[in-house]
């Protein structure tokens, strides 16, 4: 299961290549069922001290391929500040489970951009704690500018009907940390609460969000 990197290059402008359970950026191991889908939909708010604030919504479809793959197809549309194009540029996304129970590999576009996000995804069981690290690079739209190493690590603690996480990222630049939860609130889906924040500014960014499997 995975979430928008649009959600950060598209309001915060901070480089990510993965995609994770939402809230998380940091993606996890597991590939939607064949046939199967997953929708994943909710809003993002930046509230900093220099009153440059940000909002916005998007939406995400996954698609199971064959067990072993899956794509995603996500959009982002921006609130505030209005714009006369509100809809951001979209993403496609193929996720390929390469070892069982421990590593994908993914690799992002945003479509008519040159830029490109790959993606080396390691999850591991500790119960009853699931760890994820992320080792990514993402191409620069620009031949004249670098690309960005990304790395991160996120943990997921379950509960009955809550789970608690988290998630700690580097991208060259920033340092920046997420805390949050997901509240299960139906079988196949849950709602997402998190805040990020960067290591070295005083920007907050609060989300929540829907994810269902179907």
Known sequence: MNLVRFIFVFLFCVPVVSWGAFPLSTDD????????????????????????????????????????MDMIFSVPFQVEPSTA????????TGRFNLIKDLFTFTVANELGSQECSINAVFTREISPVSVHLNLGFETSDSADEPGARVVSAAFEYPFKKFDIVGEIGNDNVRTNWLIGTRWKVIENGFIGIGLRNNTDDSTNRYTVGFHVDF
Do not use: P
Request: aromatic share 6%; charged share 15%; proline share 0%.
């Open 29 to 68: 191991i597991g590939i939607t069922e064949q046939e199967k889908y997953s929708l994943e939909t909710g809003v993002v708010s930046v509230r900093n001290t220099y009153n440059a604030n940000e909002s916005g919504v998007f939406i995400a479809i996954q698609h199971g391929i064959n067990g072993k």
């Open 85 to 92: 194009n509100q809809v951001g540029t979209a993403t496609l």
